[in-house]
């Protein structure tokens, strides 16, 4: 939101105690114009400070196959941008662990695994890679500066050039790490103010006989929100 703050000043007009009123006066008096310009800019937050923790497991305790991928539950964080005035925005999420991606992951989130739609999480201390994650996202209220709801689905584009209808509000769109994300209805985004919204995760981690016994999953990508 642009800010233009107005400050005059003059100085004072009068001398010391007890001199008559002009005596001391001058024909100049400074003014000062004071003022701040922003950009239009947006902050995101996650719960939980973006971490999607599965804790301490065991291959026994949490049914971890020898020979197979194993698919985790789910886990769910909330995630707000709010924006200092009615913007148009797109998100992106790209993956800090792109070379580690185990491929065959299918059916996280319900969807079969691409070369796009899932992110890595790490390499073992053999550098055998540990898995894969799955994560969308499912708006729940977009609203503007007044308050009031703003009406479209969640778009998806490729490049932020043609924008298409992907999910309706309470509905989840898998995120792509070459696919760009906004709200509106298309072909254009619309202008908002504080979109809320779930980020689920789900992992699959690599047979166990191929990983080593103690390993991190370390899962890490980087979400950003830039207004349009």
Same mark, same amino acid.
């Given at each position: 939101?642009?800010?233009?703050?107005?400050?005059?000043?003059? $100085?004072?007009?009068?001398?010391?105690?007890?001199?008559?009123?002009?005596?001391?006066?001058?024909?100049?008096?400074?003014?000062?114009?004071?003022?701040?310009?922003?950009?239009?800019?947006?902050?995101?937050?996650?719960?939980?400070?973006?971490?999607?923790?599965?804790?301490? $497991?065991?291959?026994?305790?949490?049914?971890?196959?020898?020979? %197979?991928?194993?698919?985790?539950?789910?886990?769910?964080?909330?995630?707000?941008?709010?924006?200092?005035?009615n913007a148009k925005i797109q998100l992106s999420l790209s993956d800090n662990a792109a070379g580690t991606v185990l491929a065959g992951t299918n059916g996280l989130l319900g969807e079969t695994a691409t070369t796009t739609n899932r992110?890595?999480?790490?390499?073992?201390?053999?550098?055998?890679?540990?898995?894969?994650?799955?994560?969308?996202?499912?708006?729940?209220?977009?609203?503007?500066?007044?308050?009031?709801?703003?009406?479209?689905?969640?778009?998806?584009?490729?490049?932020?050039?043609?924008?298409?209808?992907?999910?309706?509000?309470?509905?989840?769109?898998?995120?792509?790490?070459?696919?760009? $994300?906004?709200?509106?209805? %298309?072909?254009?985004?619309?202008?908002?103010?504080?979109?809320?919204?779930?980020?689920?995760?789900?992992?699959?981690?690599?047979?166990?006989?191929?990983? %080593?016994?103690?390993?991190?999953?370390?899962?890490?990508?980087?979400?950003?929100?830039?207004?349009?």
């Amino acid at each position: 939101m642009k800010k233009l703050l107005i400050s005059t000043l003059l $100085m004072s007009a009068f001398g010391v105690a007890g001199a008559p009123a002009f005596a001391a006066g001058t024909d100049q008096a400074p003014v000062h114009v004071y003022g701040h310009i922003e950009p239009e800019g947006c902050d995101v937050q996650i719960a939980d400070d973006g971490v999607f923790d599965y804790g301490a $497991m065991t291959a026994a305790g949490n049914s971890l196959s020898a020979t %197979a991928i194993t698919s985790l539950s789910a886990k769910t964080n909330r995630v707000t941008v709010s924006c200092k005035a009615n913007a148009k925005i797109q998100l992106s999420l790209s993956d800090n662990a792109a070379g580690t991606v185990l491929a065959g992951t299918n059916g996280l989130l319900g969807e079969t695994a691409t070369t796009t739609n899932r992110y890595g999480l790490g390499l073992d201390d053999k550098g055998a890679q540990i898995g894969a994650y799955a994560i969308s996202l499912t708006p729940t209220s977009v609203t503007d500066l007044a308050g009031a709801s703003v009406a479209g689905t969640l778009l998806t584009s490729p490049d932020g050039t043609v924008w298409t209808a992907a999910s309706a509000l309470n509905a989840p769109t898998t995120f792509k790490t070459d696919t760009l $994300m906004s709200w509106g209805t %298309a072909p254009a985004p619309a202008a908002l103010q504080i979109f809320v919204g779930d980020l689920k995760v789900q992992a699959a981690l690599a047979p166990q006989q191929s990983l %080593a016994k103690d390993y991190d999953l370390n899962g890490s990508a980087i979400l950003t929100v830039k207004v349009i």
